[in-house]
T-cell receptor, first 116, second 115 residues
């Protein structure tokens, strides 16, 4: 079974629309970490946010916001007033302990296309 | 710019060949991680080194090997290459052992094409 599910393969929006990228995870650990990364067309992976399992506080950073809900094992990402530069593939990842190391498992990614 | 460098940026080779990908972590980072990104498998963790020692292993094929040198740079060796090995290979680094608890800094990747 997939540990991180990003059910939306591709989302297409028009500039200034709000968009939410879904992420559902699966773990038996009580301590774990969740991440979002952005991969623009240039290919590099850019870290966006980290959340640990004990911190369910939602976070807002400019036009970006994240909603972490342990009850539904979800860590969704919303972009408000989307811009063309937001076009990228977005990855959600889960880190669990493995012999002292924490190795992230990535979802398959959601490709966001923002049209002008 | 993450501070992690990878060379080469692109690599084209033939089946059966062997290649070496190189990664230099950010200054001060002791952990290096290797990932493979392909259309079939997505982004998958291959292996982690911490201060010269292997610390975690993921879905790394036996044909692949890695090492981390005393100056902390790392190399990923891919041998007996197959068409299916064509992918983007990322290196990432973090300060400590448990980089997966915090932010990992990714390099720009090496795109390998096997013909």
């Amino acid at each position: 079974a997939q540990k991180v599910t990003q059910a939306q393969t591709e989302i297409s929006v028009v500039e200034k629309e709000d968009v939410t990228l879904d992420c559902v995870y699966e773990t038996r650990d009580t301590t774990y970490y969740l991440f979002w990364y952005k991969q623009p067309p240039s290919g590099e992976l850019v870290f966006l946010i980290r959340r640990n399992s004990f911190d369910e506080q939602n976070e807002i950073s400019g036009r970006y916001s994240w909603n972490f809900q342990k009850s539904t094992s979800s860590f969704n990402f919303t972009i408000t007033a989307s811009q063309v530069v937001d076009s990228a593939v977005y990855f959600c990842a889960l880190s669990e302990s493995s012999g002292g190391s924490y190795i992230p498992t990535f979802g398959r990614g959601t490709s966001l296309i923002v049209h002008p | 710019d993450s501070g992690v460098t990878q060379t080469p940026k692109h690599l084209i080779t033939a089946t059966g060949q062997r290649v070496t990908l190189r990664c230099s972590p950010r200054s001060g980072d002791l952990s290096v991680y290797w990932y493979q990104q392909s259309l079939d498998q997505g982004l998958q963790f291959l292996i982690q080194y911490y201060n010269g020692e292997e610390r975690a292993k993921g879905n790394i094929l036996e044909r692949f090997s890695a090492q981390q040198f005393p100056d902390l740079h790392s190399e990923l060796n891919l041998s007996s290459l197959e068409l299916g090995d064509s992918a983007l290979y990322f290196c990432a680094s973090s300060v400590g052992l448990a980089g997966g608890r915090g932010e990992q800094f990714f390099g720009p990747g090496t795109r390998l094409t096997v013909l």
